[in-house]
């Protein structure tokens, strides 16, 4: 028989206490009778081995990349990539760049908004940029507009600081909403797993149904099992091609009672909680 590579939990910390294993059902478990005939024919082990995979050689192709360099007579700091972004995001606000910045070093987050403060955080200059901005020390008119901004940018006293600042000002509040909303969300869903009668009862066959398979085994005998288990149901194999253990306890739930199977039209806001 194969095993059903649960992940049991120990006695102690099932007895005494409140829990889908100690509870009340009005399905007892002791009325659920399992189809070991047909468990023995999904489940047994067979000799048989499966042909091995055969493993194709992997191919790695690797990317060289040119770097032609151009005698350019303006001054660059920025990278063309860098600098292309930060053109494109300047061009939102179709106001000179110092005035964006002297809008950074004020705390004027109304003039942002939250997209662009996301925006602009992703934009700001790493490291070895942030030395080079720091050393330039030339004519600011000769720097293209993107040069100019964040140099005038990395100048501001704490301006990564203030602008997460101003990013948590602007969305502070529509944050807590939909914290609110969240917690609601899933109260109710934790709830309706506590009520919810027909799930326990499939909870329960699935234990019963694993301690058969483990019957012998160090995982045998289980009171209980964590519900990340319930996972590897679909990984326990049958003998029968496309069938597995999860294909098995469905068939017995149905033949016990086919309302059992009904349990998801309990759990309205499980889908909403689990986003």
Request: a positive charge; glycine letters at 6%.
């Amino acid at each position: 028989m194969r095993n059903f590579n649960w992940d049991a939990i120990p006695r102690q910390s099932v007895l005494g206490k409140k829990n889908v294993w100690t509870s009340q059902s009005q399905r007892p478990m002791v009325d659920f009778q399992l189809d070991t005939q047909r468990m023995e024919e999904m489940f047994s082990r067979s000799d048989t081995q499966l042909p091995l995979r055969k493993t194709g050689s992997v191919k790695k192709t690797v990317r060289g990349l040119s770097l032609s360099t151009q005698g350019l007579q303006r001054v660059l700091i920025l990278n063309s990539k860098k600098s292309m972004n930060v053109g494109i995001f300047l061009k939102q606000f179709k106001r000179p760049v110092r005035d964006i910045v002297d809008d950074v070093r004020r705390g004027n987050w109304l003039r942002f908004g939250a997209g662009k403060l996301k925006e602009l955080c992703k934009l700001l200059p790493d490291e070895g940029e942030v030395k080079k901005l720091w050393s330039f020390s030339g004519d600011l008119t000769q720097l293209c507009e993107p040069d100019l901004f964040m140099v005038l940018l990395v100048k501001v006293p704490g301006y990564e600081e203030r602008l997460r600042t101003l990013m948590l000002r602007e969305e502070f509040f529509p944050l807590m909403d939909e914290l609110k909303h969240s917690i609601a969300v899933m109260t109710k869903a934790a709830n309706e797993l506590l009520v919810c009668d027909d799930l326990h009862s499939i909870i329960r066959l699935v234990l019963k149904a694993g301690n058969y398979m483990n019957a012998g085994g160090y995982a045998g005998s289980a009171i209980g099992f964590r519900m990340a288990s319930l996972l590897k149901l679909a990984d326990t194999k049958a003998n029968k091609p496309g069938m597995n253990l999860l294909h098995y306890v469905t068939m017995q739930a149905q033949e016990i009672d086919v309302a059992l199977l009904n349990f998801p039209e309990q759990l309205q806001h499980i889908g909403m909680a689990a986003r």
